[in-house]
């Protein structure tokens, strides 16, 4: 996990770290004994990898009585992190094999003791990976703990109702809950005074609709009805939540942001040049017609070549705008079509754009790249 000479594995797990957490334990801990075990392995281990041997050296030098072991881990904790704030990142994640270390030790005799840990330790360092396994173990009294989370005075911790349940959360295994199970809890954090946590509400809601559109749009629009959150506030939730929606040009997701599926709108696209190197930059233009003042959201998508494989496609952004008082917009976009990109690949050949406006695709043209 580096590029260009940064390891992000070096910079969250490094001698300097272990140091540190070594040194919040107090004797009888055999801090220079942990710190020497650790480091003895930890370069040769890619990111999680670290944090799963950090923990395995947690468990031997704590406590063998996860009881004993906790009180030693809650005495070595800083103060939690500010909760007065409204957005910050993670906390420091050289917390998280504390977590790891509390799941495997914890999870099958003390499930509820683990799960006050883990309410201490989500307030240093997020503990939304660690709490997904209490979930599946232990699914009642993991959902019935996050209710009482929901109304927590720490906004990490509220956070972790909500990132700790998503359906598809990034390095996270997999919940048994089933796609809206969270939703009740999701009903207490729309309205959270923290961008940090309805940030975690629009992203849960980004999971769901892969898997049931109409129940998010739905949700959506009910709390819209509530009128318990501020009204901006709200319109970014739903914005982020429907990313996903408004990409493949659901209809309730595009009405719901105030764009009209089914308006009347003419659309000309011009990709110029017409035959252009790999590298180069596409110049993509695009002139729309339709009633005066009408809402738009415009993005494009490339329909790209593939030697002997399905053809790809990816979506960009373009504009969000309305039509002029004599229902015209003039666009134009520079897009550099160049091969070793991240997120797509491009290959010579024969290619085609679309141009989508309020989720529907209202005109085409081709296009050749030559290597």
């Known amino acids: 996990m580096s590029q260009k000479g940064f390891s992000l594995k070096d910079q969250l797990f490094n001698a300097e770290k272990i140091a540190w957490l070594a040194g919040r334990f107090q004797p009888p801990f055999d801090a220079a004994g942990f710190e020497a075990e650790v480091m003895a392995r930890l370069p040769e281990l890619e990111l999680k990898a670290r944090i799963a041997w950090i923990a395995d050296c947690l468990g031997r030098h704590l406590p063998a009585a996860f009881p004993e072991a906790v009180a030693v881990i809650r005495a070595a904790l800083p103060p ?5 704030l409204r957005d910050d990142d993670f906390g420091d994640f050289i917390f998280a094999p504390l977590g790891e270390f509390a799941v495997w030790a914890g999870l099958e005799d003390h499930p509820d003791l683990l799960l006050d840990l883990l309410e201490d330790l989500t307030q240093r360092f997020s503990m939304e990976w660690a709490i997904r396994p209490v979930l599946n173990r232990w699914p009642e009294r993991a959902m019935a703990r996050m209710q009482v989370w929901a109304e927590h005075e720490h906004y990490h911790v509220r956070r ?8 598809n959360l990034p390095w996270g295994m997999g919940v048994c809950l089933t796609p809206g199970a969270a939703l009740p809890l999701l009903d207490e954090l729309y309205a959270d005074r923290a961008r940090f946590v309805t940030r975690s509400v629009a992203n849960h809601l980004n999971d769901i609709s892969k898997s049931d559109p109409a129940l998010v749009v739905s949700k959506l629009e009910n709390w819209r009805d509530e009128g318990r959150a501020v009204a901006d506030e ?7 939540a429907l990313r996903g929606l ?5 209809p309730g997701a595009l009405r719901l942001l105030g764009y009209d599926p089914e308006a009347e709108i003419a659309a000309r696209l011009r990709p110029e040049p017409a035959v252009l190197p790999l590298g180069e930059v596409l110049q993509i233009g695009v002139e729309l017609t339709g009633p005066p003042h009408l809402p ?3 993005d494009y998508v490339l329909h790209l070549h593939r ?5 790809g496609r990816k979506v960009f952004k373009l504009k969000q705008a309305r039509l002029d008082a004599r229902g015209r917009l003039s666009l134009i976009k520079a897009q550099r079509i160049a091969a070793g990109l991240s997120t797509y690949r491009v ?3 024969p290619h085609r754009i679309s141009v989508q406006v309020n989720g529907v695709m209202r005109a085409e043209a081709a296009f050749d790249i030559t290597g």
């Open 307 to 311: 030697t002997g494989g399905a053809p």
């Open 80 to 84: 939690p992190l500010d909760p007065t």
């Open 160 to 167: 972790l109702v909500s990132e700790g349940t998503r359906p």
């Open 246 to 250: 408004v990409k493949a040009g659901h």
């Open 347 to 349: 290959e010579p050949g």
């Open 234 to 240: 709200l319109d970014w939730i739903t914005r982020h």
């Open 296 to 298: 738009v959201m415009v």
